[in-house]
């Protein structure tokens, strides 16, 4: 979603403002613009529609500004339509005030309203905006940024990153946030801000957190931080340990292809972190105790997009190795229920980002109630891996295509190794069993490899299929845990119309959607209900459908008359989503290919959605 940029120090600011926005360019956005200051105080913004390039090549990759201080933001229409008035910087009306903001102001409505009535006027269609103007309704009064920003944080609902531009204060910046990140900077006489990670990380590897309603105010090479009564708060850099490389294509086409092809050693990374040698499982660093693991009576698995999906999975793997019932949330949904906790629930949040907005509702939701939360995150650091009592950290490492696919790899071992450690601690799997899982688990990096080597036969497919209208996704079980995300797969990166359903559930309803080509993919990995799926495949080829089958290697119950066959390889049913997403991530991703779509930044999409 949105991403902000802040820069300060002895170099041009614009040039690296736009690097920094390029670096976020994979959040998903629809227009651009940086605002720089000079040592004088003059404030001069500059915004386009579209791709950062246009914006860049206008100012001439940012040589043609002159100031060392300004920011810049990408934007994600929210309020207001993706153009140039409603893209980021905004200003006050004199242009002394100008700020980039991410997230949303929810009453911003009323606000605009006692704004107008105390003379202000508005251009634009944004919350920001108003943001502005509120701003600088506090200021006029003492002139103090820190105060007028507290002010703001208090009188505003919402969520909100502010980086924010005083005429009066030429060489600082200023920023305030509640519920969308913030990260800081510092090298040498240079302050770097920005609203995540990779903006930055070329300059340098320490960043501050900015925390939950702090404030900041960076000078050249400096930075403050202050509570809202406006007292200094002191705070250490975090050192960032990912290698600059994994945000970089590496000769591979787009990102999401060489994403996929670290799977395997992304699940590796997640695996090794916690099984031992001995096939135990240790979850030590994640902070939960054996003790705290024993108490647990329900699980509440909850996320969104893909995270939910993994959700999906854990229900069927936790059910059945550690006997203790498991819900499935979608994060938004939950946050707005009546919740009705009780003694021994554990939350479980999976997010990619960690800063999923709902996700993060849901998280606060479970702990304002009493129950322990636990983090499944790839992000390091973020809100929602600060906030849990207790954090299993995904090995993924940045992930940068909006379609997630090696993070989703990663968040599903993590959830078969917290299904284990649950079994082992509760006495529910024999140690024979838990050591054909650990070794299972092991091997299924190699198993990933096996089917990304078979790449081109799925491309074929993809080209066989590529003017498809619609594509239906059907499994049992785990197989229809992996049907809801190849579904969403093809869907956001295709554009092809596609649904996901309950092998069952298919004629209730959904069956009479299937007309003469419509191609069904049937999930057959499971073998107590791979002969219901392929009488489900057969019913709707008898009314027209064209038939893919996706089934275990030695499954040898297909249906009669199937298009396509693609063989996967065995491993422990349980596992089985871990490899049979794989041909279907490959699928989505040829099929968006050959559709001449941008695969790494789909239309409409971001890659960590900051607002409800
Ligand atoms: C967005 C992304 C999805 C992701 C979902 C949840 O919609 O495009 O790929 O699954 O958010 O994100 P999270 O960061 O919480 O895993």
Known sequence: MCGIVGYIGTQKAAPILLDGLKKLEYRG???????????????????????????????DGGQVLEGRCGIGHTRWATHGKPDSLNAHPHTNAEQSIVA???????????????????????????DTEVAI????????GHKDPIKALSEFALRVRGSFALAVLFRDYPDEIYAVRKDSPMIVGIAGGESYLASDVPAILSYTRSVYYVDNLQLCRLGKGTVEFFNLDGERVEKSPVEITWDMKAAEKGGYEHFMLKEMHEQPAVIRDTVN?????????????????????KKVRRIIAVGCGSAYHVGVAAQYVIEELAHVPVRVELASEYRYRTPLFQEGDLVIVISQSGETADSLAALRLAKNHGAKTFAVVNVVGSAIAREADFVFYTKAGPEISVATTKAYSAQLAAVYLIALKLAAVRGTVSAERNAELASALRSLPQKVQMLLDEKEEIKRFAFEAMNKKDVFFIGRGIDYAVSI???????????????AYAAGELKHGTISLIEDGT??????????????????????????AVLAAFTAENNRKLPAGSD???????????????????????????????????????RHLAKSVTVE
């Open 100 to 126: 980039v903001h991410n997230g949303i102001i929810e009453n911003y409505s009323e606000l605009k309203k006692n704004l107008a009535a105390r003379g202000y006027e508005f251009y634009s269609e944004t």
């Open 29 to 59: 956005y629809d227009s651009a613009g940086v605002a720089v200051q000079t040592s004088d105080g003059v404030i001069d913004i500059r915004k386009e529609m579209g791709r950062l390039r246009i914006l860049a090549e206008k100012l």
């Open 564 to 602: 396509w066959t693609f063989r996967i390889p065995e491993t422990d049913e349980l596992f089985a989503a871990s490899l049979a997403v794989v041909p279907l991530q490959l699928f989505a991703y040829y099929l968006s290919v050959l559709r001449g779509n941008d695969v790494d930044n789909p």
């Open 273 to 293: 972190s916690a099984l031992q040698d001995d096939n135990s499982v240790d979850l030590s660093e994640t902070g939960i105790s054996e003790e705290e693991l």
């Open 133 to 140: 103007k509120l701003v600088d309704y506090y200021y006029r």
């Open 485 to 499: 995300e190849g579904s969403l797969k093809l869907k956001e990166i295709s554009y092809v119309h596609s649904e």
């Open 519 to 544: 191609l069904v993919v049937g999930l057959l990995t499971q073998s107590g209900v791979i002969e219901k799926t392929v009488s489900n495949m057969e019913e709707t080829r008898t009314r027209g």
